[in-house]
């Protein structure tokens, strides 16, 4: 039993020392970028944008996909607008609500949006997506509007699901322009050692949590494979 129990935690801080190291490299952000390149892309003209839900409202995540969808919405104008986020749409403190309201407030009509509420996870938004476009509620080409890492398999589950018009936009983060070195003197003297640098202070700890994004997301796509969802 001790034994199990030790080498347990044998494997687990193993585990934390590479992740660790691959923090201190590029590895993370390559990794997600592919995953949002892969099946990414604008057709010339797009008949609907689908923005996945992700989480409560307002939430990093979601504020970014939103940005990015309603620079969309203005690109194509003649585009529907679906949002897919589970929820009580008659509620409004519910994430769904504010959703819709938060895009009616950037000019986006509410004529031109078609709601998917009950979908709760990405298999389940591509089905109920496709009965809605069965029945007429938008067209396609569809793009989807997502996170980086969720672009690949966001579009694959939409393909199996049955269309076969569909690509991704990854809502990515755009890093800041100033740059952020620090000398001693910026700070009255007597500064840390390595508090000038910015891969300690920021890139390192970016780095390990877009690490696990992708490693989730890595999970995820091979459940999704088994699963024949993709």
Not at 158 to 169: H, L
Request: with cysteine; hydrophobic share 45%.
């Amino acid at each position: 039993m001790h034994q199990t129990i030790r080498l347990s935690f044998m494997v687990l801080g193993g585990i934390f020392l590479v992740m660790l190291i691959v923090a201190c490299t590029s590895w993370p952000f390559w990794a997600q970028y592919r995953l949002g390149k892969a099946e990414a892309g604008l057709p010339e003209q797009a008949g609907t944008i689908l923005v996945m839900g992700s989480g409560g409202f307002p939430s990093e995540s979601v504020l970014m996909r939103l940005w990015y969808t309603i620079e969309l919405a203005q690109h194509y104008p003649g585009a529907k607008v679906v949002v897919a986020t589970p929820g009580d749409i008659t509620d409004s403190t519910s994430t769904v609500f504010q959703t819709i309201q938060y895009l009616i407030d950037h000019q986006i009509a509410k004529e031109r949006m078609v709601v998917e509420a009950e979908g709760l996870n990405t298999r389940h938004q591509a089905l109920k997506a496709y009965e809605l476009y069965r029945k007429g509620a938008f067209e396609t080409p569809l793009v989807i509007v997502t996170s980086t890492e969720h672009v690949y398999r966001s579009v694959l589950s939409f393909r199996k699901a049955g269309f076969q018009q569909v690509s991704g936009v990854p809502a990515t983060e755009i890093m800041l322009e100033t740059d952020l070195d620090l000398q001693e003197e910026d700070l009255g003297g007597n500064m840390p050692v390595n508090a000038s640098s910015i891969n300690i202070r920021y890139q390192f700890w970016n780095y390990l949590q877009l690490e696990i994004r992708v490693l989730r997301e890595y999970v995820a796509i091979a459940y999704y494979w088994v699963k024949g969802w993709i």
